[in-house]
């Protein structure tokens, strides 16, 4: 199976470079205007795609009907593309830690979300809501292929967006900031959902893929 992994990570290759390079811009334009509201959308969109690049590669190509005269189970094929999505997600939020530690100390009191969480509260915050993204993306290119999918990924990308913008407004209005209890708790929470959604995820995802015909 690290096989298949090794496979994909070499397919990505090229995809990644050019991800690196709009990341790098988005950073350069928006992080010193204090709005890293961009970059933390790129870095969700990044981790959660990963897999959807990778189909398409696939079936570009043909790959699974290749893949079923292998010894590989189909299971184990649906198992790698959840494991480039936790990779993705975690590489995800190294970055968005490192951009949101560096603009609270050189830009304190910026940012969009960062004037009410701290670092650490706001990257597992969006981790959990990139996973939940990644999760419904999954299942959906493997039922319906990239090209139904890519119309909704961006709308499904904006959700965690919404979340924690809709959770730092509510308490604007009253001149309130994020308790660290409460927080602590809707950040477990958030956290507890993405686990739950990734597991009946990767499960309906296997069930999708097992029937499918190649």
Same mark, same amino acid.
């Given at each position: 199976?690290n096989g298949?992994?090794?496979? =994909?990570?070499?397919?990505? %290759?090229?995809?990644?470079?050019?991800? !690196?390079? #709009?990341?790098? $811009? $988005?950073?350069? @334009?928006? !992080?010193?205007?204090g709005?890293?509201?961009p970059?933390? *959308?790129?870095?969700i969109?990044?981790?959660?795609?990963? +897999?959807?690049?990778?189909n398409?590669y =696939?079936t570009? /190509?043909?790959? =699974?009907?290749?893949? &079923?005269s292998?010894?590989?189970t189909?299971?184990? *094929?649906v198992?790698?593309?959840?494991?480039?999505?936790l990779?993705?997600?975690? #590489?995800?939020g190294?970055?968005s830690?490192? @951009?949101a530690?560096m603009?609270t /100390?050189l830009l +304190?009191?910026e940012?969009v979300?960062?004037?009410?969480l =701290?670092?650490?509260t706001l990257?597992?915050?969006?981790?959990?809501?990139?996973l939940? #993204?990644? %999760?419904v993306i999954?299942p959906?290119?493997?039922?319906?292929?990239?090209?139904?999918?890519?119309y909704? *990924?961006?709308m499904? &990308?904006?959700?965690?967006v919404v979340v924690?913008?809709?959770?730092?407004?509510l308490?604007?209005p009253?001149?309130?900031?994020?308790?660290?209890? +409460?927080?602590?708790?809707?950040a477990g929470a958030?956290?507890?959902?993405?686990v739950i959604g990734?597991? /009946? %995820?990767y499960?309906?995802s296997v069930? @999708?893929?097992?029937?499918?015909?190649?």
């Amino acid at each position: 199976m690290n096989g298949l992994l090794y496979k =994909d990570l070499l397919n990505l %290759s090229s995809t990644t470079k050019y991800l !690196v390079l #709009v990341m790098l $811009f $988005f950073c350069v @334009i928006f !992080v010193p205007q204090g709005n890293e509201l961009p970059v933390y *959308i790129l870095l969700i969109i990044f981790g959660a795609m990963l +897999p959807m690049t990778v189909n398409t590669y =696939d079936t570009t /190509v043909r790959w =699974d009907k290749y893949a &079923a005269s292998l010894p590989v189970t189909r299971k184990e *094929i649906v198992w790698t593309r959840y494991q480039l999505m936790l990779i993705g997600m975690s #590489v995800a939020g190294i970055i968005s830690l490192i @951009i949101a530690t560096m603009m609270t /100390v050189l830009l +304190p009191g910026e940012g969009v979300f960062l004037s009410v969480l =701290d670092p650490l509260t706001l990257t597992v915050m969006f981790l959990a809501c990139g996973l939940l #993204v990644g %999760s419904v993306i999954l299942p959906l290119t493997l039922k319906f292929g990239n090209e139904v999918t890519r119309y909704i *990924i961006i709308m499904i &990308a904006l959700v965690p967006v919404v979340v924690i913008l809709g959770l730092t407004f509510l308490l604007l209005p009253s001149g309130l900031t994020f308790p660290i209890l +409460p927080l602590s708790m809707i950040a477990g929470a958030l956290t507890a959902v993405a686990v739950i959604g990734v597991v /009946v %995820s990767y499960r309906l995802s296997v069930r @999708i893929y097992m029937k499918k015909e190649f």
